[in-house]
T-cell receptor
Framework: AQKITQTQPGMFVQEKEAVTLDCTYD???????LFWYKQPSSGEMIFLIY??????QNATEGRYSLNFQKARKSANLVISASQLGDSAMYFC?????????????FGQGTRLTINP | NAGVTQTPKFQVLKTGQSMTLQCAQDMNHEYMSWYRQDPGMGLRLIHY???????DQGEVPNGYNVSRSTTEDFPLRLLSAAPSQTSVYFC??????????????FGDGTRLSIL
């Protein structure tokens, strides 16, 4: 079963619009963390934002915010005022504990294209 | 700051050859890991290490070996390369596993082709 599901293989958005990238997760661990990474065409993985399972407020980092709905097990990334440089692959990842070791499990990613 | 350094950036091998992908970090991170990225598959964990002398298998460990003799280095060895191992390989490190709010820092990747 998929631990992390990103249902949008690709998204096209007009520049300056806000965009929401979906992520749902599946875990029985009461303590977990959710990460979003950006991968531009150059290939590097860039950390964007983190949300802990016990955090009371949604995480924000500049133009990035995380819409965390714990009961629905969703952790959607919201990018406000999108820019051409936001065009990239975006990966949602969950920290899980397996046999005492903590690992990251990644979704399949969403390719975001910002149109001028 | 160097961060996580992977070498080589590109490599072409013939089926059956062996090679080692190098990974080094200068942040004194305890946790290091190797992922492979295939089209449409996201990143999948191959092996990981929580400290020097300690390694364990991830999701797709077959065909790969690792060792962790120092905190800084975590090489990945392909024992007998197969075309199915054609992929982009990422090394990552973080403090104390992937725990709490510590993100994993990624290297720039190694693009490996097996003919």
């Amino acid at each position: 079963a998929q631990k992390i599901t990103q249902t949008q293989p690709g998204m096209f958005v007009q520049e300056k619009e806000a965009v929401t990238l979906d992520c749902t997760y599946d875990t029985s661990d009461p303590s977990y963390g959710l990460f979003w990474y950006k991968q531009p065409s150059s290939g590097e993985m860039i950390f964007l934002i983190y949300q802990g399972s016990y955090d009371q407020q949604n995480a924000t980092e500049g133009r990035y915010s995380l819409n965390f709905q714990k009961a629905r097990k969703s952790a959607n990334l919201v990018i406000s005022a999108s820019q051409l440089g936001d065009s990239a692959m975006y990966f949602c990842a969950m920290r899980e504990t397996v046999q005492g070791a903590q690992k990251l499990v990644f979704g399949q990613g969403t390719r975001l294209t910002i149109n001028p | 700051n160097a961060g996580v350094t992977q070498t080589p950036k590109f490599q072409v091998l013939k089926t059956g050859q062996s090679m080692t992908l190098q990974c080094a970090q200068d942040m004194n991170h305890e946790y290091m890991s190797w992922y492979r990225q295939d089209p449409g598959m996201g990143l999948r964990l191959i092996h990981y290490s929580v400290g020097a002398g300690i390694t364990d298998q991830g999701e797709v460990p077959n065909g790969y070996n690792v060792s962790r003799s120092t905190t800084e280095d975590f090489p990945l060895r392909l024992l007998s390369a197969a075309p199915s191992q054609t992929s982009v390989y990422f090394c990552a490190s973080s403090r104390t596993g992937a725990g709490e709010n510590q993100p994993q820092h990624f290297g720039d990747g190694t693009r490996l082709s097996i003919l």
